[in-house]
């Protein structure tokens, strides 16, 4: 299996169960890691063979600009599921953090691998 990867992908979402992050959009930072064979891209030059990774991170700022997510969890699930199911993945692992969110922490997240079974 190869890999694509998008790392330290920004997108905005609401994110959270306080009243705040229910109303306010925050920036949230997200790695992916989309297992996938590129051997016929490889073969043929061609982005048609292949999981087009810009196509992904459009369809992930406009999927999460109109969604809210409780939880960081929840959001990990939504974007392995529309890897797996929309883009063809075989198996993903899905990296999401927010930013900033405490005091002496850069960075608080979860990450999570799916696949597809056989």
Do not use: C
Not at 99 to 110: E, F, H, W
């Amino acid at each position: 299996m190869d890999i694509i990867f998008i790392d330290e992908l920004r997108l905005s979402t609401l994110i959270g169960i306080y009243p705040r992050e229910r109303a306010v959009p925050q920036t949230v930072e997200m790695s992916l890691q989309i297992g996938t064979s590129t051997a016929s891209a490889g073969a043929s030059d061609d982005i048609v063979d292949t999981i087009d990774y810009a196509v992904v991170v459009e369809r992930l700022r406009s999927e999460l600009a109109t969604q809210h997510f409780n939880l960081l969890e929840k959001l990990a699930e939504y974007v392995a599921g529309l890897l797996i199911e929309q883009f063809g993945a075989r198996w993903v692992r899905v990296s999401i953090a927010k930013l900033g969110m405490m005091r002496g922490v850069k960075r608080v997240g979860v990450i999570i691998e799916r696949g597809v079974r056989e």
